[in-house]
């Protein structure tokens, strides 16, 4: 006879205690968990809580409930600044997940020579800091003593300034465009590399052409991937500062330090020391971009995105 070890019995089994078992799955994230707190949920609280109070000259600072919230919501350079980054939203981002995409199906479709090739040159200017992105673009719109100024004096042409308060939105989208195209297109062309090829071989055999296969095939497959890369457009577009920040040395009439409200929150909070007024205006914000984020995410899966 072989002996059974009694571990192995039923009568053996026994259900830990289980307030020894709540606990072990908290060792797990309870890591990620703290550094989460840290540095995303405690300064939200802390934001919250400066919004709550206003620095006076006579009084120091006080508790003033909701009053901050009511003087952004009529605060007209706020709305002026939302106004602006929402146009830049609803015609900058279309086009560059346009482009993103014509490129990411051109990559895809394996007829494009020197495909490895031209993937990374799409994609570098992502890789170069936006910083530095900003100041390059920066000088080649200059009409003093950058590219813009070279071609008018070389060929005696008058190029309008792509820094006046006219263009200077449209300037800035171009550097956006071109930091972005290539992680949209990125996403896109990932999600094409996971559609199952015996597909697109069925809908040739089936007499499909190349732009039916697109259609039927490909669009339907990068769904999913047009959200993620829509929501996170929206959010940058919100978020628009680090271009209007450095351009606007290079054109301090066209860009106020209201211009964007990320930029009209840092303005109040470091050149007006109104820390309290900025939280307020960060908070807005962020419900708004939340808000809208929502409603597209929504929509879109109620199309089948």
Do not use: C, H
Not at 12 to 40: D, E, N, Q, Y
Not at 120 to 139: D, K, N
Request: aromatic share 14%.
């Amino acid at each position: 006879m072989v002996a059974t070890p009694q571990a192995s019995t039923p009568a053996a089994w026994k259900a830990a205690p289980r307030g020894s078992r709540s606990w072990t799955g908290w060792r797990f994230v309870g890591p990620f968990m703290a550094v989460f707190a840290l540095v995303f949920l405690a300064p939200i609280a802390y934001s919250i809580y400066l919004s709550l109070f206003r620095t006076q000259l006579i009084g120091g600072t006080v508790f003033v409930g909701l009053d901050n919230y009511l003087k952004a919501l009529g605060d007209p350079q706020l709305w002026a600044a939302f106004g602006r980054v929402a146009l830049f939203l609803v015609v900058q981002v279309p086009i560059m997940l346009f482009l993103s995409l014509l490129m990411a199906l051109a990559i895809d479709s394996g007829r494009l020579y020197g495909t490895s090739f031209f993937r990374i040159s799409v994609f570098l200017p992502y890789a170069v800091p936006a910083v530095v992105a900003t100041l390059m673009w920066g000088f080649m719109y200059g009409t003093q003593f950058g590219l813009i100024a070279d071609v008018n004096e070389v060929l005696g042409l008058s190029l309008p300034d792509p820094l006046s308060p006219e263009l200077v939105l449209t300037s800035i989208g171009n550097i956006v465009t071109w930091e972005f195209v290539g992680y949209n297109m990125l996403i896109f062309y990932s999600a094409l590399r996971v559609v199952n090829p015996s597909l697109y071989e069925a809908a040739e055999m089936d007499g499909a052409g190349q732009l039916r296969i697109v259609w039927a095939i490909k669009l339907p497959a990068l769904r999913g991937a047009l959200m993620i890369a829509t929501i996170f457009s929206i959010i940058g577009s919100f978020q628009l500062f680090n271009e209007p920040s450095i351009l606007k040395s290079l054109a301090p009439n066209a860009i106020t330090t209201s211009f964007t409200p990320n930029l009209y929150a840092y303005s109040l909070s470091f050149a007006g020391q109104q820390f309290n007024y900025s939280a307020t205006v960060a908070i807005v914000m962020g419900l708004i971009t939340m808000i809208v984020a929502y409603v597209v995410q929504l929509r879109g899966a109620r199309k089948g995105l």
